[in-house]
């Protein structure tokens, strides 16, 4: 069985910088795979090359979106990606924060909506069914995540925790096959990085897709990931399940420093 996303020797140059060199990924069906490193490792690039927000200078990045032919999306713009089936989330949260609760995941459902322009100034009934849907299958997204009864707020009065909530949510509204989370634990309290963890593994069930992360909180990735990467200055330095990367002297090394043994 094809990956759902495969990577194949991509590098990322910014001038004279080498951002990212030669780097190997693949995710499975249904895997949760974690993507950890330094500050600086290359992490984000790599999300960013992915996901159309950067061309990668070398390389390639393919999809095996299921029951499709493989693809191979460098230069993609982004819009085309999520339409593809792969979403992300962000380090830094990128919520609409003057739009209420529900309205921030309706617009994650309109990469698939068929109404156009004409339709939506007219509202046949299509239309109006199509909007009744979308407003319905959002409410059920907020359900699941536990910010239903916060649908009709703004997005910027929600506690921290919550708007991170609400960008998965909005994530998963696009309905992919690949879900590419950047750092969602930064900045939550040890009960918010439980609740997260547990929605994480639910999701993978519920919606049957995989889960590719970047983040630092070592014990969520030790015990959430089914494999890992390594990132050190651009470049794979391990790569392995917890067990293996955790042992690997290079990954110690690469966290806690050259005199980490002595």
Request: hydrophobic share 40%; charged share 25%.
């Amino acid at each position: 069985m094809q990956p759902v996303l495969d990577v194949k020797e991509m590098s990322m140059n910014f001038g004279g910088l080498r951002a990212l060199d030669e780097i190997g990924l693949s995710v499975e069906k249904e895997q949760i795979v974690a993507l950890i490193g330094p500050n600086g490792a290359g992490k984000t690039t790599f999300f960013n090359c992915v996901t159309g927000i950067y061309d990668p200078t070398e390389g390639d990045v393919l999809i095996n979106p299921p029951g499709k032919k493989s693809k191979r999306i460098n230069g993609y713009k982004p819009n085309r990606v999520t339409e593809l089936g792969v979403a992300r989330t962000f380090q830094n949260i990128r919520l609409f924060p003057d739009m209420t609760v529900l309205e921030n995941v309706m617009i994650g459902c309109h990469c698939r909506t068929k109404t156009g322009i004409i339709a939506s100034i007219l509202r046949p009934p299509s239309a109006r069914h199509e909007e009744e849907r979308v407003v319905h299958d959002s409410y059920e997204l907020l359900r699941r995540m536990g910010l239903h009864k916060h649908y009709n707020d703004l997005a910027k009065n929600l506690p921290y925790g919550a708007q991170r909530k609400l960008e998965i949510a909005r994530a998963l509204a696009t309905e992919p096959f690949l879900l590419m989370l950047d750092e969602p634990a930064a900045g939550m309290n040890p009960q918010e990085t439980q609740e997260l963890k547990d929605l994480v593994v639910a999701m993978k069930e519920e919606f049957e897709i995989a889960i590719l992360l970047i983040e630092h909180d070592m014990k969520m990735v030790m015990t959430l990931s089914d494999y890992i990467y390594v990132m050190e200055y651009g470049k794979l330095i391990a790569e392995g399940v917890p067990a293996e990367v955790s042992e690997n002297p290079d990954v110690i090394r690469a966290y806690l420093g050259e005199d980490a043994d002595a």
